[in-house]
């Protein structure tokens, strides 16, 4: 129970004991042997004085306790001080204690019963507590979990979010998870102030990964060198785990840094991802043969696909950070590799621009083994290839490939990441060419679902240091938390005064940053407890043997507000969606910049910074527009909006809540919106700049072939003509379960071999995942999205 995990037993008082918890004492089958006998022994109250006898109490520990009402009265007292931690209240007197343990004891008299339970017990003293006024203590007192039905449901793969997460498996580990996501999203709730807790209960905004608030920060990006400077420390403190010096050849480094992101894992809720991936890994292919270095690549892509440690027994959500040769801003940059800095003074000198062959040969090896695909010929969703477009290659060093004839020119390996993304879809593109991305002059990237990070000199006077890697100092882009906002409700509340639509999503905004507090206030007293071991590691320095610095810098981490349903926020304020009339479009834009403003002018005034972003919401979209369904005062207006299947989600609102509806995604255009792709990239590029915590353009694709150069060359039109930041195509496939045969579109049965036992492939937000998966919502908006061919793309 929560008071057990945050507070221990030498923190009651001399006289306190430390009796059995009451949540120890459980419901179990009552037998004949278990009924009291008429000569049970009297038991003696705190005063003294003689009452009749109760029945015992049995506990999950297995014990038969004969009853104690001190139990009741030390758990009070225990327990409660959660109050002053959580609620900033006073914890319960001793004398309220034993009057409550008085109390709850002539009533279970009354009830007469020959059976007695913990959890019985608790609700009775539960009862009391809210009869007395004391919600906070009756939050902090009260039980969380599920019932034993609810239980098996999960166990059998049905239940409390089934369908909630795609990339999660049909295992016994997701069975744990799910039960244990169950437990900490009612702790977390009830500790949270209950103006809080209903904002997101009741679907004004939505808290994401709610089971991991008081324990985990969000997701992060990691600086390669960390680990090839100090070397592996898988549990963070070097006592469960063995302690790996730097690694000195390349096939330790590739398996450290595989097991750095899996040990991530362990600390994160979301996402873990290495920018600038081959530059850093460069220095350990020197002299290896291309058939070595193809190897060595193939061993990292099944490592991360084939490593099912992630929460709940799932593939460890990972992305990797491409460029196709060595960006300007390192070229002049001492390696870090084998545990030195190369500059000289601890290594002779040696900068990543020595190691342009190694990327290059890299990059080309990792697009090879992605194209090859798996033993069943599927594609690889993870690590996720977040293919950098940036300044630096647009044109080649002629130079170079004068002297390197037989090396792939810059121009070549994109061009392989587009054969990938019209064999799989696989790719994502980092689009660094607009200027407000400032590639060139700082560090920027996309990872997790597309979320996006940043460093530069201007914000960070300490970015010199981190370049070079001094004393340690380096760079840690990551996200605390991220909550997102039901924006269509807005519009509904503000029945289309614009004012009131913008003080609305301020307003949201606002709340949302008291939970970011919450969250800082939880997370600030878990590093203090060393709960977060491999993100707070302070491995030795194997050069100076003194403490190294600290893996996350976690005051470096952004706290991200997420929109969702700009389409319908607009649709429902002007009667037009953003592509159907400019005055829908320019409120979209104005929405959006009023939100940007305003968090800025929050972050000021917090210290926090606080991004804008689109969100992902593989289970929030739907969830928003389900929970509008249901609330009386909203469900006739977000009829006219909501997307999907509205009449068959009314006729099942009443038997469940994973229906086929949906709000669309962040600022995008709805799924279906019948434009030309053109008038799709006219429109959403437009947001990109705006929403400086990250967006995402999807472009579904519609052909069972589509040509790559047709692919590379709309690819580059929008790098270099739009403000699209983050974009990627798209495709549908069909996996022959028997066969082991994959095939292009969503087929109801294997083209080869005729079987029915299939399953299909698609992007769901920002990864490639199994469609059987998803839930009501999403497969709905599969369904519906518009499809292009290459002839279009053109």
């Not at 938390?481 to 999503?505: G, I, Q, T, W």
Request: with cysteine; charged share 25%; aromatic share 10%.
């Amino acid at each position: 129970m929560t008071g057990e995990t945050l507070l221990h037993d030498d923190q009651l008082s001399d006289n306190q004991s430390t009796q059995t918890p009451l949540e120890e004492l459980s419901v179990s089958p009552l037998h004949d042997d278990d009924e009291l006998s008429d000569n049970q022994p009297v038991q003696k109250t705190l005063d003294g004085l003689s009452i009749s006898p109760l029945p015992k109490v049995r506990t999950t520990d297995g014990f038969i306790l004969n009853w104690d009402r001190n139990i009741i009265v030390n758990r009070l007292l225990k327990e409660t001080k959660l109050s002053e931690i959580f609620y900033s209240k006073p914890s319960i007197t001793k004398e309220e204690a034993v009057d409550i343990a008085k109390e709850a004891e002539k009533i279970i008299k009354k009830m007469n019963i020959k059976f007695l339970s913990g959890p019985l017990i608790r609700e009775i003293v539960n009862n009391i507590l809210l009869d007395r006024g004391h919600v906070e203590w009756r939050n902090i007192m009260t039980r969380v979990g599920a019932s034993v039905y609810d239980a098996y449901e999960i166990d059998t793969g049905y239940g409390f979010e089934a369908n909630d997460n795609a990339n999660q498996l049909n295992n016994a580990e997701t069975s744990h998870k799910r039960k244990a996501d169950k437990m900490s999203k009612e702790q977390n709730l009830l500790l949270m102030p209950k103006e809080l807790a209903d904002l997101h209960l009741n679907g004004d905004f939505h808290i994401h990964d709610l089971e991991y608030m008081g324990t985990r920060p969000f997701c992060q990006d990691w600086d390669l060198r960390y680990f090839f400077y100090y070397g592996l420390m898988p549990d963070g403190v070097g006592t469960q785990s063995s302690v790996a010096k730097p690694a000195k050849n390349a096939e330790v480094a590739f398996l450290h840094a595989v097991k750095a992101m899996g040990s991530a894992q362990t600390n994160f809720a979301g996402g873990q991802g290495f920018y600038n991936f081959l530059t850093f890994m460069a220095p350990y292919l020197e002299g290896k043969s291309e058939t070595e270095i193809k190897q060595l690549m193939q061993m990292f892509v099944y490592e991360m696909m084939q490593m099912m440690c992630a929460r709940g027994g799932q593939t460890v959500f990972s992305s990797v950070q491409l460029s196709p040769g060595v960006p300007k801003l390192w070229r002049n940059i001492p390696i870090v590799a084998m545990g030195k800095i190369w500059d000289g003074k601890q290594a002779p000198l040696r900068t990543y621009g020595e190691f342009e062959k190694e990327v290059r040969l890299g990059f080309k090896a990792l697009m090879d083994v992605m194209l090859e695909g798996d033993a069943w010929g599927k594609p690889f969703s993870f690590p996720k290839p977040e293919i950098s477009i940036e300044p630096d290659f647009m044109e080649e060093d002629k130079e170079f490939n004068r002297t390197h004839p037989d090396l792939p020119t810059y121009k070549e390996l994109y061009r392989m990441t587009f054969e990938l993304a019209a064999k799989f879809g696989t790719p994502y593109f980092d689009n660094q060419l607009p200027e407000y991305r400032g590639a060139g002059k700082g560090i920027s990237c996309y990872q997790c679902c597309a979320y996006q990070f940043s460093a530069n000199p201007t914000d960070d006077v300490e970015f010199n240091d981190k370049l070079h890697f001094k004393d340690g100092k380096h760079f840690s882009m990551g996200s605390w938390m991220v909550l997102s906002l039901n924006c269509p409700r807005a519009a509904y509340r503000a029945e289309h005064d614009d004012e009131k639509l913008f003080n609305e999503l301020k307003s949201l905004m606002n709340k949302g940053v008291e939970v970011f507090k919450i969250k800082r206030k939880w997370m600030n007293n878990l590093i203090k407890k060393n709960r977060i071991p491999f993100a707070a590691q302070r491995p030795k320095d194997p050069n100076t043997g003194e403490k190294g610095a600290m893996a996350v810098d976690f005051e470096s981490l952004v706290y991200t507000i997420g929109v969702v349903g700009i389409n319908e926020m607009v649709q429902y304020h002007t009667g037009y969606q953003i592509h159907q009339s400019p005055d829908a479009y320019k409120l979209a834009i104005r929405a959006m910049f009023e939100m940007k403003m305003h968090a800025q002018k929050l972050s000021r005034e917090t210290g926090m910074e606080i991004a804008l972003a689109r969100t992902p919401a593989e289970t929030t979209a739907q969830r928003f527009a389900v929970s509008d369904l249901l609330h009386k005062e909203y469900a006739g207006k977000a009829e006219s909006t909501i997307k999907g299947n509205v009449q068959a989600a009314k006729r099942d609102l009443n038997q469940t809540h994973d229906l086929p509806i949906y709000y669309t995604n962040g600022t995008h255009l709805p799924p279906d919106a019948d434009v030309s792709l053109p008038e799709r990239i006219r429109y959403e590029h437009t947001f990109f700049p705006i929403v400086d915590g990250g967006n995402i353009m999807h472009i579904w694709l519609g052909e069972g072939k589509p040509d790559p150069d047709g692919l590379q060359e709309l690819a580059m039109y929008i790098a270099k003509n739009t403000q699209t930041g983050y974009f990627a195509f798209t495709r549908d496939m069909t996996v022959c379960i028997d066969e082991g045969y994959v095939a292009d579109g969503l087929l109801d049965r294997c083209p080869k071999c005729k079987s029915e036992n299939v399953q299909h492939l698609s992007r769901i937000t920002g990864y490639l995942q199994s469609v059987e998966g998803w839930n009501k919502g999403k497969r709905q908006e599969l369904l519906d999205r518009k499809r292009y061919s290459t002839q279009e793309l053109r």
